[in-house]
T-cell receptor
Framework: GAVVSQHPSWVICKSGTSVKIECRSL??????MFWYRQFPKQSLMLMAT?????????EQGVEKDKFLINHASLTLSTLTVTSAHPEDSSFYIC????????????FGPGTRLTVT | GENVEQHPSTLSVQEGDSAVIKCTYS??????FPWYKQELGKGPQLIID?????GEKKDQRIAVTLNKTAKHFSLHITETQPEDSAVYFC????????????FGKGTTLSVSS
């Protein structure tokens, strides 16, 4: 149980275009979903937290107009990278939580984004 | 906010030896402490976790200990195997509301046979 999927697993896009990444909780309802970004040989950095039906809360330094997050249902969240640039190339990982504060977070397999 | 420090950044051991990774956290309100294993190109996988009402938890070759007074917790892997080679991250919850996990910088464990 507690499986989180992401699609696509990897994507290549041209500079200036937008790309959407989907995150789904397959066997549970996620009250809260999270998006992390991981650069090579670095740790996971929290980008934003979202609750179903509410606006996402972005971490300091993360541009909300560039990284659009939509948490439309209890099983789906999407991250859209708008006007992508090569510096946005990274490994994007979503996470989902079924319970309340300080409960288990389950992670997806990640999406490798390369912007050319 | 929460700050999680993790040491060492790299750890090399011989197969069969034990490995210990340590983390400290800053927010005394944190009460859930997971450890994740991440293999190259994959998402992090939860391997063990502990809550603040216990001091130690064990699952086969893996154990986690917690010292709430000192605000540190450790991962112990015994009888290491080459397949244990990966990056290990500790994490703790961010701010008193327990909004999201934040991660230590990671430890690259290499087990040589």
């Amino acid at each position: 149980g507690a499986v989180v999927s992401q699609h696509p697993s990897w994507v290549i896009c041209k500079s200036g275009t937008s790309v959407k990444i989907e995150c789904r909780s397959l066997d549970f309802q996620a009250t809260t979903m999270f998006w992390y970004r991981q650069f090579p040989k670095q740790s996971l950095m929290l980008m934003a937290t979202s609750n179903e039906g509410s606006k996402a809360t972005y971490e300091q330094g993360v541009e909300k107009d560039k990284f659009l997050i939509n948490h439309a249902s209890l099983t789906l969240s999407t991250l859209t990278v708008t006007s992508a640039h090569p510096e946005d190339s990274s490994f994007y990982i979503c996470s989902a939580r079924a319970g309340g504060a300080q409960s288990e977070q389950y992670f997806g397999p990640g999406t490798r984004l390369t912007v050319t | 906010g929460e700050n999680v420090e993790q040491h060492p950044s790299t750890l090399s051991v011989q197969e069969g030896d034990s490995a210990v990774i340590k983390c400290t956290y800053s927010d005394s309100a944190s009460n859930y402490f997971p450890w994740y294993k991440q293999e190259l190109g994959k998402g992090p996988q939860l391997i063990i976790d502990i809550r603040s009402n216990v001091g130690e938890k064990k699952d086969q070759r893996i154990a986690v200990t917690l010292n709430k007074t000192a605000k540190h917790f450790s991962l112990h892997i015994t009888e290491t195997q080459p397949e244990d080679s990966a990056v290990y991250f500790c994490a703790a919850y961010y701010n008193q509301a327990g909004t999201a996990l934040i991660f230590g910088k990671g430890t690259t464990l290499s087990v040589s046979s």
